[in-house]
């Protein structure tokens, strides 16, 4: 069973950036796709990144494109989400998502293992 904890959520001023962290815990760790969704306040759940298991695919929100960077170091357990020139609409909370799979899911469903989520708040 894989175990994820998200931290590094915070407040930030419009235009400034945060690095999400996802730790994973789990005998199989290195062979699940990790994803990063997000949920505002009356909103879906929506995806934002996600890397494969190998982390040679990657893929982006059209609304992260250019600004979001996602990445996974195999030997520390941990997925990055490196968050730039932030806006008040990346308000929401982020969560970590895991599947045993090989490719990249985008969808919720696509899903079995989740963290507890991290707030993210870009306000001025």
């Known amino acids: 069973q ?15 950036s ?6 994973a815990s ?3 760790w290195p062979s699940y796709t990790i ?6 306040p009356e909103k ?7 890397i494969s ?12 494109k250019g600004r979001f960077t996602i990445s996974r170091d195999n030997a520390k357990n941990t997925i990055y989400l490196q968050m730039n020139s932030l806006k008040p609409e990346d308000t929401a909370v982020y969560y970590c998502a895991g599947a045993r ?3 990249c899911g985008v969808h919720p469903g696509d899903y079995n293992y989740w963290g507890q989520g991290t707030q993210v708040t870009v306000s001025s």
Not at 18 to 23: G, H, V
Not at 35 to 40: L, M, P
Not at 44 to 50: L, P, T
């Open 101 to 103: 799979r090989i490719d």
């Open 26 to 28: 789990g005998f199989t």
């Open 44 to 50: 879906e759940r929506e995806v934002v990144s996600c």
């Open 53 to 64: 298991s190998s982390g040679g695919s990657t893929k982006y929100a059209d609304s992260v």
């Open 35 to 40: 994803g990063w969704f997000r949920q505002a």
């Open 2 to 16: 894989l175990q994820l904890v998200e931290s590094g959520g915070g407040l930030v001023q419009p235009g400034g």
């Open 18 to 23: 945060l690095r999400l962290s996802c730790a």
